[in-house]
């Protein structure tokens, strides 16, 4: 029994899969080349399997076919135009410029022809040293670049048996990523409502606002994988209780997203009583359950939330137990305090039936937006729109484009041994932006030392070869297994992996100094061309990213209006406007990351202008989140109807920051509009007697809330399109 739950939750491993395809390429390619007795065949074959794992793509077993397909097609290209041009620098010199700006361009359509682009890129230099081996050009070179051809294919047969035989594996991981990254943001927004004073609030809630873009992540991932898999298969019954499971994730990330009150007013109020570290307690078990639900769901485990469901009724009691002492200056917050329990007990709520998705009553519109091009004519359409220096992938085609040519100017010039490495090492260094090639530069340096040393100790051990194949093989499992959060060891891995591989027809310690050396040049030459060669620097970019986040709230406020008006519906234009306006803070938390990695002469003080707009964002949004949780259809005599109007202009603000704030002009403060919408909002508050009771009334809390919000959001992009005026503010005003 314990090997079989050992076995189990080797499963649930989003990795294990992965890993076991590639050993099984590799075990395969091994036992071909030793039933052929010709072990140098084995490198070719280990080159392809590689460069036709890096390119697979999540999709059904019939789209990951024609994926494959596609990218056969483009490999045989590469390899054979490589294998063509190889005789003649110039030329060759030509092609590789050519071929790879148009490649880097061709990933603007989409991250699956973005995955291929790059496989292809990786096959050219893995063709270029294919032929290096065998002394240039001679009569075995063709049939050796069709053993590359036939690696590739080999595991992309088995990658699609796979995707047929265990079709729903990923989409289940994919879900307990889900729940998994939700819990984490249930438990840090939990630490909001400690009432503890003097801790920083402003850095809780950038680390909430950077756990939150880690949902939205999970739940792009996740879309993307339920939708791939859903195109032919409508009626599969297993499939459409995952996207009801996908719903369930999206209203749980909207009301544990919410903000009902300002967070420092109850602590003030309630600093001597219970309730906040009721709420706080029940948060934190919310999200202790999410976690536990993400297990559940890997191992088809029944899901109690016990816990969870005693911490509610502790926090109803508590609110009770407020009530009953009558205190006037309690009064005001009791019904706020309601409104947050009701809103964590339908949270609650929606966490239980995750199980049982079968159960949810509630009438959904199951479409799922598509983002994948339509036609030709819009797959150009996008590859067009971003020939423009304002581009990422534009800059990021030349830049690359740049250094690899660099690199085989000089590889051509010194004529080093094995020097087709440093091409190698300038394509897998060399990324989109500043912070993520340092991090890649040090890492792949430190990753090949590591796997030197390795590889030079298994070789001197080991001489045996068939010893040398087993490491070889294990060593290309374990880069898979880390290539994506354990760089180093992923880098160390593959150096071991060519290492003991080419000991198999050669001297593999005469390759240790000249991949060490390739390396070192690889990854001069990727820092370089970061650094001077269109420099993406962030902080350029930070005002429109800022911009479209207010764009994106702006429309994410119209639909939850227009909601108001028509009536409440999960429909796609209201879920993709929420997607959305995630999708755009989370964009904004990412790039201010990768600023605080960037030189400091570049970053100034823009990061931390940045950060303070990014919180004061984040805050809007959870308040926008809140207004959506209690969306409802308003009749016309109904009073909360008056407040519509106020939204619209609410709206018709945001429009008029954002638009200021993408064109960087002078940006018009909003404090006194948004005073006379507070004002605006008092009035319809009703009579003296409804205010002597406290009538707490949703749809008006939250607009003043946000209304509320305005005028900072407003100086905090002034800060940001006059970095000069960045002086004039105190740098710890209260968010």
């Not at 460069?51 to 056969?72: F, K, P």
């Not at 984490?184 to 809630?205: H, M, T, W």
């Not at 009301?255 to 307690?281: E, G, I, K, M, N």
């Amino acid at each position: 029994m314990p090997l079989t739950h050992s076995l189990r939750r080797l499963w649930t491993l989003d990795k294990f899969a992965y890993s076991l395809r590639v050993f099984i390429a590799f075990s395969g390619a091994l036992l071909f080349s030793g039933l052929a007795g010709d072990v140098a065949l084995v490198i070719p074959l280990f080159l392809g399997i590689i460069a036709s794992a890096l390119s697979e793509t999540d999709d059904s077993w019939q789209g990951r076919l024609q994926a494959l397909v596609v990218t056969l097609l483009c490999f045989a290209s590469a390899s054979f135009v490589v294998q063509w041009l190889f005789p003649w620098p110039w030329l060759f010199a030509v092609g590789l410029a050519v071929s790879t700006f148009t490649l880097i361009m061709l990933g603007a359509i989409g991250q699956r022809y973005a995955t291929i682009a790059s496989g292809t890129l990786i096959l050219s230099i893995y063709s270029m040293i294919n032929i290096e081996q065998h002394g240039g050009v001679d009569e075995d070179v063709a049939s050796r670049q069709l053993l590359l051809l036939a690696g590739a294919a080999w595991y992309g047969a088995i990658s699609v048996v796979w995707c047929a035989l265990f079709s729903r594996q990923p989409v289940k991981q994919s879900m307990a990523r889900v729940y998994k990254a939700l819990g984490e943001f249930l438990i840090l927004k939990s630490a909001l409502f400690e009432p503890v004073r003097g801790v920083d609030v402003e850095a809780r809630r950038v680390a909430l606002a950077r756990q939150n873009g880690k949902v939205v992540d999970a739940l792009n991932q996740a879309k993307e994988m339920i939708f791939r898999r859903l195109e032919g298969q409508r009626g599969s019954r297993k499939l459409n209780r995952y996207l009801k499971i996908y719903f369930i994730a999206q209203d749980i990330h909207e009301r544990a997203s919410s903000t009902h009150y300002p967070y420092s007013a109850l602590t003030d109020a309630f600093f001597h009583h219970d309730v906040l570290f009721r709420c706080q307690r029940l948060l934190d078990q919310q999200g202790r359950a999410c976690r536990q639900l993400a297990k559940s769901l890997l191992l088809n485990r029944p899901f109690s939330h016990e816990q969870s469901e005693q911490a509610l009724a502790d926090l109803r009691a508590s609110i009770d137990n407020l009530s009953e002492r009558g205190k006037p200056e309690w009064r005001p917050l009791i019904r706020p305090l309601n409104a947050l329990a009701d809103n964590l007990s339908t949270l609650e709520a929606q966490i239980a039936s995750v199980h049982n998705p079968d159960t949810d009553s509630e009438r959904r519109d199951s479409a799922l937006y598509d983002r994948s091009p339509s036609s030709l004519l819009e797959a150009w359409k996008r590859v067009r729109l971003n020939f423009t220096l304002g581009s990422p992938t534009f800059r990021h085609a030349v830049r690359l484009t740049t250094a690899l040519v660099a690199g085989y100017g000089l590889l051509q010039w010194l004529d080093p041994q094995q020097g087709f490495w440093i091409l190698l090492t300038t394509l897998f260094v060399c990324r989109p932006n500043f912070a993520t090639t340092r991090r890649f530069l040090s890492q792949r340096i430190l990753g090949t030392v590591l796997g030197l040393i390795a590889g030079w100790a298994s070789i001197s051990l080991f001489p045996q070869p068939l010893i040398q194949s087993m490491i070889a093989v294990a060593a290309g499992v374990s880069f898979f297994a880390n290539r994506e959060k354990h760089y180093v060891i992923a880098t160390a891995s593959i150096t071991l992996l060519v290492l003991c591989s080419f000991n198999q027809v050669g001297d593999g310690f005469d390759l240790i100094w000249p991949r060490l050396f390739d390396t070192l040049i690889g990854s001069l030459i990727a820092g370089l061309a970061v650094f001077f060669i269109l420099p993406d620097w962030q902080s350029r970019r930070l005002y429109r990213e800022a911009a479209k986040v207010l764009t994106n709230h702006r429309r994410y406020l119209d639909e939850i209006v227009h909601q108001y008006e028509e009536g409440k519906q999960d429909d796609l234009a209201y879920r993709l406007a929420r997607r959305n306006a995630h999708n755009a803070d989370a964009a904004l938390s990412t790039l201010l990351t990768n600023m605080l990695h960037e030189p400091g002469h570049y970053r100034k003080q823009d990061a931390d202008n940045g950060l303070r707009f990014l919180v004061l964002s984040n805050t809007l949004l959870s308040h926008l989140s809140a207004l959506g949780a209690h969306r409802h259809r308003l009749a016309e005599d109904e009073d909360d109807a008056a407040f519509v109007p106020l939204a619209k202009r609410i709206s018709a603000l945001l429009e008029q920051l954002a638009e200021q704030l993408d064109k960087r002009l002078p940006v018009e403060p909003l404090t006194a509009p948004a005073n006379e919408l507070l004002s605006q909002l008092e009035e319809q508050s009703g009579t003296a007697e409804e205010k002597a009771v406290t009538l707490y009334r949703p749809i008006q809390s939250q607009l003043r809330l946000i209304a509320s919000q305005l005028g900072p959001l407003s100086d905090a992009a002034n800060r940001l399109t006059s970095p000069s005026a960045e002086k004039l503010h105190e740098p710890n005003a209260a968010v």
